[in-house]
């Protein structure tokens, strides 16, 4: 259950994180955009396009059915009409929005006729009509501010070559709704990207959030939670799924392994401390008995009694955590007055250890715990109170109760622990600092033993130190 707190804390701390390049979310995103920038602009420069062919070519058309008529209706009108009554009549006849036709004779130098202006409101202008040469086939040209269609050809009548034909039309006001339309298409496009870009995103964020989740939930696994720890992820696509299964068994693999090694450090451990205890045991009779020993012959005795101690002890502290972490060490809890418990074992450490202890405690505190655990607690926070401070200062137990819960405080004016070392202390086999952890004798395995036997009861453990002033542990127990 706890577990699963944890772990669902750890999906709700979703930290905003920088900019990363080379995530797969920021590459699928500027992909994905970059093929919809490009696939949309080709459909809007296609677009425009075809719209710009389509104005050209029918105006063009249309021009170009006119010229085509232009010389054979000259032609009929000159059969019954004097020639330039015939050319103006030509000219009179064509009803075209914005065209203008003038004719001009072979030399250019005589206008023949033109229109009379009461079909468009556009007018052929001086500098129009002044243009010498205009292309054989209707095209756009812009003269000034004005988008015209330009023809030239020639006219014949009654066989004769009469002069050139000339046709102008304008076409500025469809070319700016073009321009316009062009322009209202690039808006609506870019608009368009940006509103794909914004989703593609957020689909990709969603689509990757349960990858997210589960680095998370990986990410919050300890050692003490393998065996029950399961990655579960209800709204995550079946490929995530799947990798989530796979981890799963992973786990389920290594908390085997996990178990196996614990259960062999327990069996090593056990095997080994009863020979040892029996070695140990001759050593200190050899010890105590012999008289006649020489300086060489005491000193090689001794010094094979205090490794073999050292040993029974890291053997003991081993078995003692190799039982607690798989879940041997059943906890006997039961409501026991706190006051009692730390008054017996102040006065047994005082005796032991030659050390003032003080008890400060203020009421009866009862608290829900294992007598026995917690008497292992204190002495090896006693012990460690001991080893790293002066033997003439005083150890302070000091034992209160709130509401919530019960604190003992083991209070020492000793060494203190550096600040970068605090969290780690309770790991195991972290010394502090080897030197100075030789010296003491310890493995560094006397915090860890206390954070596993203090958690099992369901309470909490922390230190508060300062170099050369003290350390304060403070176990919290439930009440
Ligand atoms: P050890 O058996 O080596 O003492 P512990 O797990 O009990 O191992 O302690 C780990 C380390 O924490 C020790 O090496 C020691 O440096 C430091 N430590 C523990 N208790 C104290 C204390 N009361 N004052 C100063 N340092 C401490």
Not at 56 to 69: G, K, L, M
Not at 206 to 232: H, N, T
Not at 434 to 450: C, F, K, M, N, Q
Request: net charge neutral.
């Amino acid at each position: 259950m706890q577990l699963i707190h944890t772990l669902r804390g750890a999906m709700r701390r979703v930290k905003r994180r920088p900019l990363d390049t080379a995530s797969l979310q920021f590459r699928l995103t500027t992909e994905i955009a970059a093929l919809s920038v490009l696939c949309l602009s080709c459909v809007a420069i296609w677009t425009s396009w075809k719209m710009q062919q389509l104005l050209i070519t029918t105006h063009t058309q249309s021009v170009e059915y006119i010229a085509n008529r232009f010389p054979r209706d000259v032609e009929l009108y000159s059969e019954m009409l004097p020639v330039e009554i015939g050319l103006q009549k030509t000219i009179n006849n064509v009803s075209v929005a914005g065209l203008v036709i003038w004719v001009k004779s072979i030399d250019g130098k005589q206008l023949l006729a033109q229109s009379t202006g009461a079909t468009s409101s556009f007018t052929a202008t001086d500098e129009l009509m002044s243009l010498a040469e205009m292309p054989l086939k209707p095209q756009v040209y812009k003269v000034g501010s004005h988008y015209l269609i330009l023809y030239q050809g020639l006219v014949t009548a009654k066989g004769k070559l009469l002069g050139k034909v000339y046709m102008a039309q304008d076409i500025t006001e469809d070319q700016r709704q073009l321009i316009a339309a062009i322009q209202g298409l690039a808006i609506v496009c870019v608009l368009a990207t940006m509103l794909t870009m914004a989703a593609i995103a957020l689909r990709i964020r969603r689509s990757l959030q349960p990858l997210q989740e589960m680095s998370q939930m990986a990410g919050a696994i300890s050692v003490d939670d393998l065996s029950q720890a399961k990655l579960q992820l209800s709204n995550a696509p079946t490929e995530v799924k799947e990798l989530a299964q796979t981890f799963n068994m992973m786990l389920s693999r290594l908390s085997d392994a996990w178990e196996q090694q614990r259960q062999f450090v327990g069996n090593i451990s056990h095997e080994l401390r009863t020979p040892l205890t029996v070695v140990l045991g001759y050593l200190q009779s050899l010890l105590r008995r012999s008289n006649n020993l020489t300086d060489y012959q005491q000193e090689a005795l001794e010094t094979a009694a205090s490794e073999a101690d050292r040993t029974v002890r890291l053997l003991q502290d081993l078995l003692d955590l190799a039982r607690a972490d798989s879940g041997y060490a059943h906890y006997l809890l039961e409501p026991i007055s706190l006051n009692d418990l730390v008054f017996e074992v102040a006065g047994m450490a005082e005796k032991f250890s030659s050390r003032l202890l003080q008890v400060q405690a203020t009421k009866t505190v009862v608290a829900i715990v294992d007598r026995d655990r917690l008497r292992q607690v204190l002495i090896n926070l006693i012990d460690n109170a001991v080893k790293y401070s002066e033997p003439n200062q005083p150890i302070d137990l000091i034992l209160e109760g709130t509401d919530q819960q019960a604190t003992i405080q083991v209070h020492d004016r000793g060494v203190g622990i550096p600040l970068q070392d605090q969290s780690r202390i309770f790991e195991r086999f972290y010394r502090v600092d080897e030197a100075r952890a030789r010296s003491t004798g310890g493995h560094g395995l006397g915090l860890a033993i206390v954070k596993t036997l203090v958690e099992g009861m369901g309470g909490t453990i922390s230190v508060r130190s300062k170099l050369g002033e003290g350390s304060v542990f403070v176990i919290g127990l439930p009440i």
